[in-house]
């Protein structure tokens, strides 16, 4: 009896070293993987023939202007989906330069909003009418079928969201931005000058009024796009942002088409 009842006790025994032995690896293996949401939240940035990685999270709390993360923590907050509705878009050296010397009427750069594969996308159109991609690298001409077929499909899908959540924010508009004229002088600010950097455009909602000696009044809870500069180290594991750009005065189309 006193035998048999100590093999049992030798076989609980072993049994709970093994299990114990297995929860210490099963937990060691938790902690080394990645959390799921920085996985989601961590975009790769190409310039030249790198790839750079950051923290959407950490980088939007990070934007050195006080206005601008709020504009951007408004936009999140509208717009959770971040498989429709990205953080960012990224303009590199080689795009800057094409779209600083390009034909711009009126001083102006305009950018499109538009949508893409069911994504929130931006588009460059020069003085001539000629629209380009320039995300992540690229600067790819988009031909005039192409773009009446994104932009029918934006109105009907992404657009008509934006417009509806937009609308919630009491504001008093029926229709949101779809065009940003971005005076040249600011966007020289953000000159880039080597191949570590390049610029981000954040969108966000203006949650304040424009100033009055603007003459651009009742704009609030518009899209924007907010531009920073941010600069690799040569190994890409470390940034620093530079220098921001904050649009919340300057013509949209609709409604102040000028």
């Keep these: 009896m006193r035998t048999i009842l100590g093999k049992n006790l030798l076989w609980i025994l072993l049994l709970s070293l093994i299990f114990s032995s297995c929860n210490k690896k099963d937990s060691k293996i938790t902690e080394n993987k990645i959390p799921s949401n920085l996985q989601q939240d961590t975009t790769r940035l190409k310039i030249e023939k790198s790839f750079f990685q950051i923290n959407l999270a950490r980088i939007l709390t990070e934007i050195p202007d006080s206005l601008a993360m709020e504009y951007t923590k408004s936009y999140s907050k509208s717009f ?54 320039f995300n992540l690298g690229e600067y790819n001409k988009v031909t005039d079928s192409s773009f009446t077929i994104m932009n029918s499909v934006f109105k009907a899908n992404l657009y008509a969201v934006m417009n509806k959540r937009i609308n919630g924010l009491n504001s008093s508009i029926h229709e949101n931005t779809k065009e940003i004229s971005i005076p040249i002088s600011s966007f020289k600010q953000l000159a880039i000058n080597d191949d570590l950097s390049m610029i981000l455009l954040f969108p966000g909602i203006i949650t304040k009024d424009s100033s009055p000696q603007t003459g651009k009044n009742n704009q609030k809870n518009y899209i924007t796009l907010i531009a920073v500069r941010i600069t690799f180290d040569s190994s890409g594991t470390a940034y620093k942002l530079e220098k921001t750009v904050l649009y919340d005065n300057f013509c949209v189309s609709p409604p102040n088409d000028c």
Excluded: W
């Design 80 to 133: 959770p989906e971040e498989d429709k509705f990205p953080r960012l878009l990224a303009i590199d050296k080689k795009a800057y330069n094409k779209i600083l010397n390009d034909k711009n009427p009126n001083d102006n750069i305009k950018f499109l909003f538009t949508e893409s594969d069911g994504v929130l996308d931006v588009l460059y159109e020069n003085g001539n009418g000629e629209r380009f991609n």
